[in-house]
T-cell receptor, first 113, second 113 residues
């Protein structure tokens, strides 16, 4: 089954404790992206990657890092989480070509105390 | 820069009534337009998309949307709402390059029995 898988789905952590949210897709997509969703703000793009070893900032990259060492994986790293990073995070990957579609993971709900 | 406005935060309709959710976008070139639905605690599911051609687009679950370039709008419609349509709906605009999808802030739909 074609899917985007995120882990963990739920996480409660404390300020300053480094964490990584993993994202993996099995569709051989070149493009992957991370979004955060906050009430009243919709989804905002954090980082995206057009291909392996190619990443770029989205609208809200502060406090986050990403890496793209292989095509299927695109982890999101919070080096020193803060309470304002409490959010629902979505990973997505996209088909190629002129007509494309974004596929989303199930989401990871992160709470930073 | 691209942007999306969903002017209605909450909408309540009676089951069986018709529905129209408004979406206005800002983008300098021909936009790629999408509607997603998010049920409580779930990820995002694509309802329909517009890239070019026929301005009336049919989607899943009986939804349709009409692209009106002169009004910069892409409103979502359904002739008869079912209780299971209660969810949050997001309109999004993307570039042809596909590097970014910009979302509106969402419209939460409640369905009255």
């Amino acid at each position: 089954e074609a899917q985007v898988t995120q882990n963990p789905r739920y996480l409660i952590t404390v300020t300053g404790k480094k964490l990584t949210v993993t994202c993996s897709q099995n569709m051989n997509h070149e493009y992957m992206s991370w979004y955060r969703q906050d009430p009243g703000l919709g989804l905002r793009q954090i980082y995206y990657s057009m291909n392996v070893e190619v990443t770029d900032k989205g609208d809200v990259p502060e406090g986050y890092k990403v890496s793209r060492k292989e095509k299927r994986n695109f982890p999101l790293i919070l080096e020193s989480p803060s309470p304002n990073q409490t959010s629902l995070y979505f990973c997505a990957s996209r088909t190629s070509g002129r007509v494309w579609e974004l596929f989303f993971g199930e989401g990871s709900r992160l709470t930073v105390l | 820069a691209q942007s999306v406005t969903q002017p209605d935060i909450h909408i309540t309709v009676s089951e069986g009534a018709s529905l129209e959710l408004r979406c206005n976008y800002s983008y300098g070139a021909t936009p790629y337009l999408f509607w997603y639905v998010q049920s409580p605690g779930q990820g995002l599911q694509l309802l329909l998309k517009y890239f070019s051609g026929d301005t009336l687009v049919q989607g899943i679950k009986g939804f349709e949307a009409e692209f009106k370039r002169s009004q910069s709008s892409f409103n979502l419609r359904k002739p008869s709402v079912h209780w299971s349509d209660a969810a949050e709906y997001f309109c999004a605009v993307g570039k042809s390059s596909g590097d970014k999808l910009t979302f509106g802030t969402g419209t939460r739909l409640a369905v009255r029995p």
